[in-house]
């Protein structure tokens, strides 16, 4: 039984920073292509992705490209010129992305007791106790605009 080598050859590894790149800005645009300009057969590349060695340099790359602050920064831009341009969920997703928008939580409380024997302040003092327990909330953030409630009868 041999041990396989991590090493690629070199149209391995240009093979392989082909399938690193963006499917739209792949040139050429498939895998036939790719290996017609190549000069190899179009199931060469195919069998490549079949072996230890390639999947985990390749793995290894895409690990790579989702800690690469480049693509991070390219996908900001992106949300970023969607949303001044009036689309409204990539305006929101770029101002959480950044900080600028809090995202909002709903925390469900039960309680045995009815809700006419508790007050404002225990309330809220229930919520604050559960948030700060699940790490879901800092008090500072907690703010109470209303609370609707609903009995059955």
Do not use: C
């Amino acid at each position: 039984m041999t041990k396989e080598s991590m090493f690629l050859t070199k149209e391995q590894e240009s093979y392989l920073a082909w399938l690193l790149e963006p499917e739209p800005t792949r040139n050429p645009q498939t895998k036939k292509a790719w290996a017609e300009e190549h000069g190899v057969h179009y199931n060469t590349p195919i069998g490549w992705e079949k072996k230890k060695a390639f999947v985990e340099r390749w793995k290894l790359g895409v690990e790579g490209l989702t800690q690469s602050p480049e693509r991070t920064q390219k996908l900001l831009d992106a949300l970023y010129t969607k949303g001044i341009s009036g689309d409204t969920k990539s305006a929101e997703l770029y101002l959480k992305a950044t900080g600028s928008m809090p995202n909002q939580q709903t925390l469900n409380i039960k309680t045995e007791a009815s809700i006419k024997e508790i007050s404002d302040d225990d309330l809220e003092k229930m919520i604050l106790e559960l948030s700060q327990k699940h790490g879901q909330i800092q008090s500072e953030s907690i703010t109470f605009e209303s609370i609707a409630i609903s009995q059955g009868l």
